[in-house]
């Protein structure tokens, strides 16, 4: 059975780092390509950028290149996602998600983690 | 303008049917794309539902029933999804997803309401 397990909740103050993680199993963690949507409370979803674990190919959506890094370690099937100094506005629910196709940029998002929530507050 | 616009919000009645809009903005041709659909139940991660390009290249998702189903418009320049045969277990947000520029963009979402 595929599954994508993402770390629990977070809380942090406003120019804190933070790494969250997506642990991938059931299936060829290298042969996929995970990705990362936000949510923020009460909106729409938005896709920040994907990556590929076989050779760490990794690209990001224009809107949040610069903002997050996105990474992943094939040796324990781990994606991560991190902030270098997190903002009010990064609180939101973040989901991982696998994508069914080798041809990036095509195919659908058949797999989603729980999600993660993080909260930033002074 | 934004790429994907879909309509806020949607009723209908149990039973019937519901046409749910994704109109993709002016100079990007709906033909030449696939249109993805994914359903979220509050509290929950999105599903994915089905993809829809034309008659020959759409794929249902795995268990999706199949009052789920796509379409386009190209009059209208918009990806359709309807359900048919509408139940409460229905009720929920929609989301319709293309590729464009190398990057996954979607829809604002409809929320669809069964009562």
């Known amino acids: 059975e595929v599954q994508l397990v993402q770390s629990g909740a977070e809380v942090k103050k406003p120019g804190e780092s933070l790494k969250i993680s997506c642990k991938g199993s059931?299936?060829?963690?290298?042969?996929?390509?995970i990705g990362w949507v936000r949510q923020m409370p009460g909106k729409g979803l938005e896709w920040m950028g994907i990556?590929?674990?076989?050779?760490?190919?990794?690209r990001y959506s224009p809107s949040f290149q610069g903002q997050v890094t996105i990474s992943a370690d094939k040796s324990i099937s781990t994606a991560y996602l991190q902030w270098s100094s997190l903002k009010a506005s990064d609180t939101a629910m973040y989901y991982c998600?696998?994508?069914?196709?080798?041809?990036?940029?095509?195919?659908?998002?058949?797999?989603w983690g729980q999600g993660t929530l993080v909260t930033v507050s002074s | 303008q934004a790429v994907l616009t879909q309509p806020a919000s949607l009723s209908a009645s149990p039973g019937a049917s519901a046409s749910l809009t994704c109109t993709l903005r002016?100079?990007?041709?709906?033909?030449?794309?696939?249109i993805y659909w994914y359903q979220q139940k509050p509290g929950s991660p999105p599903q994915y539902l089905l993809r829809?390009?034309?008659?020959?290249?759409?794929?249902?998702g795995s268990g999706v029933p199949s009052r789920f189903s796509g379409s386009k418009d190209a009059s209208a320049n918009a990806g359709i999804l309807l359900i048919s045969g509408l139940q409460s277990e229905d009720e929920a947000d929609y989301y319709c997803?293309?590729?464009?520029?190398?990057?996954?963009?979607f829809g604002g979402g409809t929320k669809l309401t069964v009562l």
């Open positions: 998600v696998r994508l069914d196709s080798n041809w990036f940029p095509e195919g659908s998002f058949d797999y």
């Open positions: 059931g299936y060829s963690f290298t042969s996929y390509w």
């Open positions: 990556i590929y674990p076989g050779d760490s190919d990794t």
């Open positions: 002016s100079g990007i041709n709906v033909g030449t794309y696939r």
């Open positions: 829809y390009k034309s008659d020959s290249d759409k794929q249902q």
């Open positions: 997803m293309i590729w464009h520029s190398s990057a996954s963009v």
